[in-house]
Structure formats: C-alpha cells, structure tokens
T-cell receptor
C-alpha cells in the first residue's frame, strides 16, 4: 500500500468547512483513497472513498487531484461532533483487504 | 440492525494470564480483522481472516492467537507471551475482495495489572 502523509493536527471553526489534506505521491493506478475517522475511544468510522473521480456523500466530499498524488476531504459545515482523528488510507481493492492506518490528522472543531 | 459487536468494553487481567476478546458480526461479511491501538497512535494489524478456517498474521501477531470456526465470529486470545498487552483492541469486518470499506466494532480496552 502507498504511504500517506497528513498534518498531525488542524483546527476549524464550527459551521465552517474543514479541509483535510492528504499526500499519497506513490499511489498506484489500482489503489483507492479511503477516509475514516475515529472519535475518542470508539472504533473508526468509514467516511468515503474514491479512485480518481471526486466523490460526495451525506458526510463529506473527496477531491482527488488529476495526478492522484494528493486528495482533500471536505466537511462542508463542521460541527463540534466532527472533532476526531481523520485517517487517509490508500489501498488496492484486492490487496487482501488490509487497511494500514497511519497517525492521521487530529481535527479540533471549535465553537 | 446489522453490526459488529465486541465484548467486553473494558477488561482487566493479571499479568501472565491469557485472555480472550470476543468479536461477532451479523453483516455476512467474509473478512474479519483485529487491530491494536496504543495511546495517540494509529492502528496496527494483528491478524486477519478472509474465509472460515483460515487466517493470516498481520504486522504484530507475536503473542496473539485467533480462530475462525464460524463466519460470524473471530475471537482474539492475548497470551502471556505478549510483552505489553495493555491496549485498545479493535475488530473489523468487510466484504472480501471489493473496494468496500471496513465496519469496526466499538473496541475493547484491555488493562493488564
């Protein structure tokens, strides 16, 4: 699996958009980008994933650059409940289904 | 509702004792996984299983054992050989060989005293 790089922490004002970056410069053509988040002392929660097109669901939007070397997770209107550690992971779908979690970005949403 | 259940949520054991953590899923997922998380760290893969009666070691399998006798169940035993067993343990499941993501349990916090 390709290695990912994320900032260790970010702050965001409540109600504003939170933009979480992820670099994955060694990503292969068959590797997807996944985002999970983990609220303190709970299991990680799946947010969204994509291959090369931008994706949107009820939780977030995922913007993947044209060269696929980086991506951004967007929470359009952050709330206090979005405070969590956000993990960016890249993985080929047939790579034994194993996900490798790095340190993630600790997002703090402030009132 | 379908989901994945880990029990117990908190577990205390004396040093030198084996302990088994339960993980059950009713999602009809083929694959199941065990991760360990230490404070402030990411998740590290202990064992995974893609089908019944088969499992593979992850990155930190030493001192742990698993079984997969049923599709729904993937218990993890933390043995006395595990040097630093105190940690947060997370179980997950997924549909094998697709781009679907994981569903995680709520975790078991094991403290060895």
């Amino acid at each position: 699996d390709a290695k990912t790089t994320q900032p260790p922490s970010m702050d965001c004002a409540e109600g504003r958009a939170a933009n979480l970056p992820c670099n994955h410069s060694t990503i292969s053509g068959n590797e997807y980008v996944y985002w999970y988040r983990q609220i303190h002392s709970q299991g990680p929660q799946y947010i969204i994933h994509g291959l090369k097109n931008n994706e949107t669901n009820e939780m977030a939007s995922l913007i993947i650059t044209e060269d696929r070397k980086s991506s951004t997770l967007i929470l359009p209107h952050a709330t206090l409940r979005d405070t969590a550690v956000y993990y960016c992971i890249v993985r080929a779908y047939n790579a034994g289904n194993m996900l490798t979690f790095g340190g993630g970005t600790r997002l703090m949403v402030k009132p | 509702d379908g989901g994945i259940t880990q029990s117990p949520k908190y577990l205390f054991r004396k040093e030198g004792q084996n302990v088994t953590l339960s993980c059950e899923q009713n999602l009809n997922h083929d694959a199941m996984y065990w991760y360990r998380q230490d404070p402030g760290q990411g998740l590290r893969l202990i064992y995974y299983s893609q089908i019944v009666n088969d499992f593979q070691k992850g990155d930190i399998a030493e001192g742990y054992s698993v079984s997969r006798e049923k599709k729904e169940s993937f218990p993890l035993t933390v043995t006395s050989a595990q040097k630093n067993p105190t940690a947060f343990y997370l179980c997950a499941s997924s549909i094998a060989r697709t781009d679907y993501g994981y569903t995680f349990g709520s975790g078991t916090r094991l403290t060895v005293v």
